[in-house]
């Protein structure tokens, strides 16, 4: 049997989806179309790439090794792609951003503004999330994030510095000089490794949690309400006269980041983005 792009692209699915669904997910297809590829995949080679089990699918040597395989080409081509993107000196076109809810809020779409005034021919795509994306696999273009350290292999330039605090609603301020009989607003499990989560649980070990959500929007909201206590960037809590700061330290401090991949940072577009956010910034 000749081999087929296809053919490895199902294997790396089924591997980096963890099984069948995930592959399925992952292609835009149904399972069982998974599962009937895979059969005939198999049948053709006469190669067992998948161990069928109860838990799930795992791979064998032979599947592993054609994932890899996979997974070089997939890098090279997009590796290719990032380079033929760069090449493009154009003051238009699409840029996809992905940042945060707050961060989109605060300043993204201001700077879209005059972007746009500017540059009328240059449209944007905003992917709003908590996760970190992948700029190497074109998740998307360029990330504008708050961040403690500048990702190794990303080029970019930090715009400004977010300070941050524990904020209530003013109802609560007799309540708030005893941090353990507070009822506490957190980041989500996703967001257990960020350095809100590190500084949230340095400043109270045990907390009592009544809420979690990974959106700085929905936390400062769920404050606002009087729901509970939460760290919130300083910018958004000190502009509302219903929430009070408790506690604040020099330490608890973001780099707000412009970031794009190497070969796409240099592009006309990117750049008048990136003044456009500067100059925002700066307001």
């Known amino acids: 049997m000749k081999a087929s792009w296809d053919s490895l692209r199902l294997v790396l699915a089924i591997v980096d989806g963890n099984g069948l669904s995930g592959a399925a997910k992952k292609l835009g297809v149904h399972h069982a179309t998974v599962l009937r590829q895979l059969d005939t995949l198999e049948h053709q080679t006469g190669v067992?790439?998948?161990?069928?089990?109860?838990?799930?699918?795992?791979?064998?040597?032979?599947?592993?090794?054609?994932?890899?395989?996979a997974r070089k080409i997939e890098l090279d081509v997009e590796q290719a792609y990032l380079k033929l993107a760069g090449e493009d000196l154009r003051?238009?076109?699409?840029?996809?951003?992905?940042?945060?809810?707050?961060?989109?809020?605060?300043?993204?779409?201001?700077?879209?503004?005059?972007?746009?005034?500017?540059?009328p021919e240059i449209n944007t795509e905003i992917n709003v999330s908590s996760q970190f994306a992948s700029l190497?696999?074109?998740?998307?273009?360029?990330?504008?994030?708050?961040?403690?350290?500048?990702?190794?292999?990303?080029?970019?330039?930090?715009?400004?510095?977010?300070?941050?605090?524990?904020?209530?609603?003013?109802?609560?301020i007799l309540d708030a000089s005893d941090l353990n009989k507070l009822k506490w607003i957190i980041d989500d499990?996703?967001?257990?490794?960020?350095?809100?989560?590190?500084?949230?649980?340095?400043?109270i070990a045990k907390p009592t949690i009544t809420l979690r959500a990974n959106s700085t929007m929905v936390k400062y909201s769920a404050v606002k309400q009087g729901i509970g206590a939460s760290l919130l960037p300083r910018l958004l809590g000190d502009a509302d006269d219903d929430l009070i700061c408790i506690r604040s330290q020099d330490t608890w401090s973001l780099d707000i980041w412009f970031l794009s991949h190497s070969d796409l940072y240099n592009m006309q577009r990117v750049k008048a983005l990136e003044t456009a956010l500067f100059k925002t910034m700066l307001q």
């Open 189 to 203: 499990e996703t967001m257990i490794q960020s350095q809100l989560h590190k500084w949230m649980y340095a400043l």
């Open 91 to 119: 003051i238009s076109g699409t840029i996809r951003i992905a940042t945060s809810d707050f961060l989109s809020q605060a300043f993204l779409t201001k700077a879209l503004l005059h972007l746009s005034q500017s540059y």
């Open 48 to 69: 067992v790439l998948f161990n069928r089990k109860y838990s799930g699918y795992t791979a064998t040597v032979q599947g592993m090794a054609l994932a890899n395989k």
């Open 136 to 172: 190497g696999r074109r998740d998307a273009d360029v990330a504008l994030r708050a961040i403690s350290k500048k990702p190794a292999g990303l080029k970019g330039k930090q715009l400004a510095t977010l300070k941050y605090g524990v904020y209530v609603h003013k109802s609560m």
